[in-house]
């Protein structure tokens, strides 16, 4: 019988993705690293916050991430 191949995770999407317990793609909004003085406070409010990846999206996502 022949043996199943391991598929291999996308080392860019480990670092940026995570799963939740229902499924869904959980990411960390960007624009919070530098000239954060000239960005608009509420710009900035709504990316200290996770988003959730789209579900057209998130079929593609779990592929690159097979194990997590």
Sequence with gaps: MAKKVKVKTHSGAKKRFKLTANGKVKYQHTNKRHRLTQKD????????????????????????????
Excluded at 41 to 67: Q, S
């Design 41 to 68: 406070t509420k710009r900035k409010r709504i990316a200290r916050g996770a988003g959730v990846a789209d579900v057209t999206n998130t079929p593609t996502i779990k592929k690159l991430i097979p194990y997590l």
